[in-house]
């Protein structure tokens, strides 16, 4: 199956360099395969296995969601919100303060809030990449009020001035 991966890290002005090295290593062993792009912002890592640009513009950012069969992504609110909107399936792992990868850990609340509404699987360990990739074809997506909330409440934080 050569399904579209979309890999958006998001444009806080620090590294992800974790999440794209396991994607990297998941490829090499042929564990991960399709077409996969990634938009890596300020990571220093240059991936060798898959195409990517630091920055995408809105519309092209856009259209790689809309044409992607699989969302791996940081736990951004701005591309969560997009996802559940565009109904995709999302693989979420949050950026973590301990790894210099954000200034705090407040990706983790919302990670674990998509991931309990049973709209994307969560990992919290890179190590479980692998397994996650392998459970998401199983989920089935829905628009629980659990999730439609968190859809408004994205909202409101990116329609603020």
Do not use: C
Not at 65 to 87: P, R, S, Y
Not at 102 to 122: C, F, K, M, P, Y
Not at 139 to 144: P, V
């Amino acid at each position: 199956m050569n399904r579209k991966i979309f890999i958006p890290v998001g444009t806080h002005p620090m590294q992800f360099n974790r999440l794209l090295g396991k994607i990297d290593e998941l490829i090499e062993s042929k564990k991960l395969g399709g077409n996969i792009f990634a938009q890596t912002g300020y990571s220093t890592y240059k991936p060798k296995h898959f195409k990517y640009s630091k920055f995408l513009d809105f519309g092209a950012f856009k259209q790689r969601m809309k044409n992607a069969d699989l969302i791996i992504t940081h736990g951004g609110e701005g591309v969560i919100g997009t996802a559940l909107q565009l109904n995709k399936k999302m693989v979420i792992v949050p950026r973590l303060a301990r790894f210099h990868e954000h200034t705090n850990d407040h990706q983790l609340e919302l990670t674990r809030a998509v991931a309990d509404s049973g709209n994307a699987i969560a990992v919290y360990d890179i190590a479980e990449l692998e397994n996650a990739l392998e459970k998401i074809n199983k989920i089935k997506l829905k628009r629980t009020a659990h999730a439609e909330g968190i859809m408004k409440i994205i909202e409101g934080f990116l329609n603020e001035e």
